[in-house]
Structures are given as structure tokens and as C-alpha cells.
């Protein structure tokens, strides 16, 4: 089993619709989590991080977590086609210190 | 700040030379991290250093890889010798912890094709 799981997608949806990226992970010790954007050919770039149960909004981006059921989602409103990337999502591990485990992305197509 | 610089950003070697990857962090970062992304495998830790002091090597895949961080403002990854299996980018990145604060920066990546 995989520590940090996402479907890779693709996953399309229209100009201005609401786009939702879900992770699960498996260490429940983990307590910092962190989504990623990368562009094609790009390094990754932090857009969100999260530490508490419940929601973080950050202008069009909001961040969801939920440790009791080890889950965490990142929902981008009005999705415009500059949003088309791969996002991952990153979780600190048990006593690692500052070491992330990445999940393997997803994929977003914004449509026109 | 210029960011994390890599070097090179591309190189193209035969099977069984050794390659050289060099990094310099962001001033003032006391982690930096050694990563590679493939497709298959997704963005995988390698190594990752703080005040220099390589602190989990675990990711590293076999003797075939090492790494250095001779000061606080480079560090190396080595190749010896190169398999075409070894195709991949290879980011660097680096942080401050300032309690819950892990942001990692990455530098832009090093391409690396082995035939």
C-alpha cells in the first residue's frame, strides 16, 4: 500500500466549475500536509498547506482535512485553464522530521 | 533571493559514466533534500541533509548513489556508474522548520538521460 495515495486522473472539468482533488494517507501520525502544483516541465511549487482538522481557504484554493479519516482534498473554485497541472499532495512523516512523502499526483485539465 | 540553482539542467551520458548533479540552496536554509521524479514512481525521496549532516539516506536506491554536502551552500548527487534505469529528473529542494513550517523549494530540476 502506497503511503500517499491520489487518482492520477485525468481529471477534466469545465472553465469556472468547482475542481476537488482528494489524497488519503496511511501514517496517522502524520501532522503537516501540503498540496503542490506542477506545471509540465516545471519544478513543483507549494500552493496550500494544512495542520488542523477542518477547512483553510486561501483565495480560490481551500484546503480539507480530516485526520480521523486520514483524508485531505484540495477544491479549486472557478477553475480557469492556467489551473491545468498536475497537483500533489505531501505529508510529513511520524518523527521524520522535515521529510514529505508525495503522493504521485493528479492530473487537472481545465477545459475552455 | 535567485532560488535553488541546479546544474546541469539537462544531461545525456552513456551507460556505465559517472554523473554528477550539484545543487545550491536557498541562502540561510539549513534542510536540503535530494529528489527524483519518473513517471512510474512519482516524485521519490532520496536523501535529504540538515546543517549538512545527511540525516535519512534511506530513499537512496543502492551503492551506486551518493551524496555529499561539503557546506552549507552545495551539495552534490552522485551517479557511478550510470544505468539507462537511472533516467529521470532529479530536483533539489530546500527548507527552514520553523515549528509546523516545512515549505521545501525546489530548484528546476536536472534532467538526466542515460543510454
Known amino acids: 500500500q502506497k503511503e500517499v495515495e491520489q487518482n492520477s486522473g485525468p481529471l477534466s472539468v469545465p472553465e469556472g466549475a468547482i475542481a476537488s482533488l482528494n489524497c488519503t494517507y496511511s501514517?496517522?501520525?502524520?501532522?503537516?500536509f501540503f498540496w503542490y502544483r506542477q506545471y509540465s516541465g516545471k519544478s513543483p511549487e507549494l500552493i496550500m498547506s494544512?495542520?488542523?482538522?477542518g477547512d483553510k481557504e486561501d483565495g480560490r484554493f481551500t484546503a480539507q482535512l480530516n485526520k480521523a479519516s486520514q483524508y485531505v482534498s484540495l477544491l479549486i473554485r472557478d477553475s480557469q485553464p492556467s489551473d491545468s497541472a498536475t497537483y500533489l499532495c505531501?505529508?510529513?512523516?511520524?518523527?521524520?522530521?522535515?521529510?514529505?512523502?508525495f503522493g504521485t499526483g493528479t492530473q487537472l485539465k481545465v477545459e475552455l | 533571493d535567485a532560488g535553488v540553482i541546479q546544474s546541469p539542467r539537462h544531461e545525456v551520458t552513456e551507460m556505465g559514466q559517472e554523473v554528477t548533479l550539484r545543487c545550491k540552496p536557498i541562502?540561510?536554509?539549513?534542510?536540503l533534500f535530494w529528489y527524483r521524479q519518473t513517471m512510474m514512481r512519482g516524485l521519490e525521496l532520496l536523501i535529504y541533509?540538515?546543517?549538512?549532516?545527511?540525516?535519512?539516506d534511506s530513499g537512496m536506491p543502492e551503492d551506486r548513489f551518493s551524496a555529499k554536502m561539503p557546506n552549507a551552500s552545495f551539495s552534490t548527487l552522485k551517479i557511478q556508474p550510470s544505468e539507462p534505469r537511472d533516467s529521470a529528473v532529479y530536483f533539489c529542494?530546500?527548507?527552514?522548520?520553523?515549528?509546523?513550517?516545512?515549505?521545501?523549494?525546489f530548484g528546476p530540476g536536472t534532467r538526466l538521460t542515460v543510454l
Open positions: 529542494a530546500s527548507s527552514l522548520a520553523l515549528g509546523e513550517w516545512h515549505e521545501q523549494f
Open positions: 501514517d496517522r501520525g502524520s501532522q503537516s
Open positions: 494544512i495542520y488542523s482538522n
Open positions: 505531501a505529508v510529513t512523516s511520524t518523527g521524520g522530521g522535515n521529510k514529505l512523502t
Open positions: 541562502s540561510g536554509h539549513d534542510y
Open positions: 541533509f540538515n546543517n549538512n549532516v545527511p540525516i535519512d
